[in-house]
């Protein structure tokens, strides 16, 4: 018998192949398929032919999701627009990083808007950036204090709060992470990702300001020569808050232009590149363009005053069903907003919608030490607190802290301080407490003063408003919520 050669064996076994086979329609489940019409309430009916979708439903999804990436932009990116608005506030009144320091002398007051700012402390809020190499803090005053980046992400505790400080004074030196020359070894190095950076530092009382004037410096590594002035910022009129419309973009994409193009998180650039945010390009929405965005940021606003005002999260809610207080930084309790390893978006929006500051001493569970804080934006019954009625609030005997506590009223356009006759714009135990027979202290709220009363907090006819209760220095009572201040009952 002749022998095939393997290449004629491999030939005739393909052509059986072919010839052997039979054509037949795949099994191709429903579920992988798109019909020719899909009918949604977003964007209407989407017309298919065969799965290849119309020039006019191309063009309705890209613009539904232009939108909603420019909605998740905008709730995901409050704290950096937020951070931009100080910088700008700052900026506007002189306060150059690095060499101006403003300092609420006479404490803040409603002039300036700040998100929930407050008059029981005077703090000293400035900016540092370190584009052009480290910047050096010489502390010697006791203040509480910390720094946050230029995306309000937390970088470091500075004087109190920081154990290598603890009260006693340090050498601080704040340094982009890509720096690579050398750093003093007795230094406390603050390491961060961006170039801009917002520093708060709160006194203990006024006393300690002209201290803190006295023994502070800051200066460039290796230009301890250099001087930094103080600015007095009580009564001065100035906007540190940012946009609810579609300026909030512009904020977001100044600071995107300023910091290097490795700060932030990618999958967050990836979104801002979609709604045309690119470092090194220029951004100027014209057309449908800019009404997209317009839209987009309406129902972004409104998202985030939801979630601030009337927050979904239930367990945000301080003594559960019981009250009507919640607390700012929601139910994680954690200052990155991250529970059983996951992000809660929506309480990180909240919280920056009517707050600022970022560190972990806010939502440590310290006994005696620290600050706490709650919140409410409606009474006993579940409405919205309105200027034009009278409330009262009652805390029950010997409220669990070690240094005081304090009720503040705050618009709730604007989250800062109800622009009253009554400066301090709340009340607090520092001052003339009268208190009830059983020790109890009851608290009023309304636009007129009622006769003989002392307790009072002023609001604004025909204002919305929201309060927020802190506790200085609260024991672990408080912390175990067996201390329960009432709802505000509308007289």
Not at 176 to 198: N, Q, R
Not at 297 to 303: D, E, L, P, S
């Amino acid at each position: 018998m002749m022998k095939l050669s393997k290449k004629l064996i491999a030939l005739t076994l393909i052509s059986s192949t072919f010839t052997n086979y039979s054509h037949a329609e795949p099994q191709v489940p429903a579920n992988i398929t798109t019909p020719d019409i899909v009918k949604t309430q977003a964007v209407g009916d989407l017309h298919f032919k065969d799965g290849y979708p119309s020039d006019e439903t191309m063009s309705k999804v890209q613009r539904y999701m232009l939108i909603q990436r420019a909605v998740n932009v905008f709730t995901d990116g409050i704290q950096i627009s937020s951070m931009q608005a100080i910088q700008t506030g700052l900026a506007s009144m002189g306060a150059e990083s690095n060499k101006v320091i403003p300092i609420s002398e006479s404490f803040l007051d409603s002039n300036s808007l700040w998100l929930t700012g407050n008059t029981s402390t005077p703090y000293a809020l400035f900016s540092v950036d370190v584009k052009d190499g480290p910047i050096v803090m010489d502390l010697k005053t006791p203040v509480l204090g910390f720094i946050d980046d230029a995306f309000f992400q937390y970088v470091g505790d500075i004087g109190v709060g920081n154990p290598k400080d603890a009260g006693k004074g340090a050498k601080y030196i704040v340094v982009h992470e890509s720096y690579k020359g050398k750093l003093p070894a007795d230094h406390i190095v603050l390491k961060t990702p961006t170039y801009k950076h917002w520093v708060a530092f709160r006194y203990g009382d006024t006393k300690q300001i002209q201290q803190f004037k006295d023994t502070f410096k800051m200066y460039r590594l290796g230009e301890e020569s250099t001087k930094v002035k103080y600015m007095d910022i009580s009564g001065v009129k100035m906007n540190t808050v940012h946009a609810n419309n579609e300026d909030f973009y512009h904020e977001l994409n100044e600071m995107i232009q300023y910091e290097p193009v490795t700060s932030g998180d990618p999958h967050y650039r990836g979104l801002l590149a979609k709604i045309g945010i690119e470092k090194g390009k220029p951004f100027n929405p014209q057309g449908e363009y800019l009404e997209a965005l317009k839209e987009a940021a309406g129902i972004a606003n409104v998202h985030a005053r939801t979630e601030a005002f009337r927050p979904s999260n239930k367990e945000a809610y301080f003594y559960g069903d019981k009250r009507n207080w919640f607390l700012p930084f929601g139910s994680t309790m954690s200052h990155e907003f991250i529970k059983d390893g996951k992000l809660y978006i929506d309480d990180r929006t909240a919280f920056h919608y009517v707050a600022t500051g970022i560190t972990p001493l806010m939502t440590m569970k310290f006994d005696g030490q620290g600050s706490s804080y709650l919140m409410t934006t409606t009474d006993d019954k579940g409405e919205a607190l309105d200027g034009n009625e009278v409330y009262t609030v009652t805390l029950p005997p010997n409220p669990p802290m070690k240094r005081f506590w304090s009720f503040m009223a705050y618009d709730n356009q604007s989250r800062s301080i109800l622009p009253t006759q009554q400066r301090s714009g709340g009340f607090d135990s520092q001052g003339d407490v009268v208190m009830n027979d059983d020790g109890s202290v009851t608290v009023t709220f309304s636009s007129t003063k009622p006769k003989g009363e002392s307790n009072w907090v002023q609001t604004l006819p025909n204002k919305g408003f929201f309060l927020l209760y802190r506790m200085y220095s609260p024991t672990m009572e408080w912390h175990d919520r067996k201390y329960m201040i009432g709802d505000l009952i509308k007289q």
